[in-house]
């Protein structure tokens, strides 16, 4: 299971003073995971997606320098008709319900002051256009406020509890959150009697730890690609491969950093092609895999992440620009991502390599995810990760 929040929390200013559109989030997804991670000693989950979806609410209230910031960083178009149809269109093929054996839901929620004025256009945009539930309260009783958006965000179907507390509602004017949940099964489980506790190594195979590994022998899409210096393989979870977890393995000796690297060259739908067109080309055939259950919870201020992504206006009480979400001077005093992932047998419940590991397509192929990796759970048709990460600190669960 994956489940994550976003919170957004508009402060009080007290000083006076297009590409496709699942391209635009493939590659701030990938942009925002590689400064996210140096946050979070490079053990990490996040959602991409859901921090898009709402920062892409938020762009469509700022003016001026504020949101050309937020357009840079999130790939967004300058017009607002643009940005609202390619986020309704994207939001319909990325949260398409019909799969069996998954299940994905996003929920926008805006909390406001009862006292603060909100434009009537931006406020009909996030109801009408981004489907958000707005909650007027009486931020001055602050333990009731919390208790209150807190009721709101567990009763929407959210497994997060506990999302706000009293001081976000100190001198917010409003507060923007995002719950987005995923659980899959999937479509080849693992066998619970074939999961054992095996060593865990850094990329130089030094042991870092234990984790169990769960090992099945199965027809996954594999691909061995040279000039990303990694393995890749596509989990699919329910009935019809709409939804997979895309594993990236570094080669032996290579650090994930390295790899990720390679991303500002090697585009993801490249990878992605990649899979498939491998697949047409060799058929399906069947690979031993292994990869450890884990799970991983991330809380992380995206504040210095965005900041080295370009976004800095926002968050300046005598910078910010937001004149079409209200008359009053308010900033972004924080940006709070909550996230957590749990892989187990059933499902997720949320070239400088030697050339001995240069893999071949005649013998079975090994796949064995003992050493840090990188992983997205991806919406295929789009190509979109909703949520991503990297595994490099090994935990028995």
């Known amino acids: 299971m994956m489940k994550c929040l976003i919170v957004f929390i508009f402060t009080v200013a007290t000083c006076h003073a297009e590409i496709e559109f699942s391209g635009r989030v493939r590659n701030f997804s990938l942009e ?162 074939d999961t054992n506790i095996e060593p865990f190594y850094d990329e130089n195979k030094k042991q870092i730890g234990q984790v169990k590994m769960m090992y099945q022998r199965a027809m996954f899409p594999f691909s061995n690609i040279q000039s990303l210096n990694a393995t890749v393989m596509q989990l699919p979870y329910g009935d019809d491969n709409k939804y997979s977890m895309l594993i990236i393995l570094p080669y032996p000796k290579i650090k994930v950093t390295e790899v990720y690297k390679k991303f500002t060259i090697i585009p993801m739908n490249d990878i992605l092609n990649r899979l498939e067109n491998d697949t047409k080309e060799y058929g399906m055939e069947d690979v031993d895999l292994k990869i450890p259950r884990f799970k991983i919870s991330t809380n992380v201020v995206l504040n210095k992440p965005l900041n080295n992504m370009g976004v800095f206006d926002i968050f300046s009480p005598k910078l910010a620009s937001f004149e079409k979400i209200t008359k009053e001077e308010i900033f972004i005093s924080a940006i709070v991502h909550k996230a957590d992932i749990e892989v187990t047998e059933s499902g997720t419940v949320a070239s400088a390599a030697t050339s001995a590991y240069i893999i071949d397509r005649i013998s079975t192929p090994v796949f064995e995810a003992n050493r840090p990796f990188i992983y997205f759970v991806m919406e295929k048709e789009s190509s979109t990760a909703i949520f991503s990460g990297i595994y490099s600190k090994p935990s028995v669960f």
């Open 32 to 193: 925002l995971l590689h400064y996210t991670q140096l946050e979070t000693e490079g053990h990490v989950v996040i959602s991409p997606f859901g921090i898009w979806s709402l920062m892409t609410g938020v762009a469509l209230g700022a003016t001026g320098k504020s949101k050309a910031q937020l357009e840079r960083a999130f790939l967004l178009p300058g017009n607002q008709i643009s940005i609202i149809n390619g986020y309704q269109n994207l939001t319909k093929t990325v949260l398409d319900p019909r799969t069996q054996g998954v299940q994905l839901a996003s929920k926008n929620f805006v909390f406001k002051d009862k006292g603060f004025h909100m434009l009537a256009d931006f406020k009909k945009t996030l109801t009408s256009d981004f489907g958000a539930k707005i909650v007027e309260l009486d931020f001055k009783d602050s333990t009731t406020a919390a208790r209150i958006a807190n009721t709101a965000i567990e009763d929407s179907g959210a497994t997060v509890s506990n999302v706000l507390r009293s001081d976000d509602f100190g001198t917010a004017r409003m507060i923007l959150t995002n719950v987005i949940s995923f659980k899959g099964l999937w479509s080849s489980p693992f066998n619970v009697s």
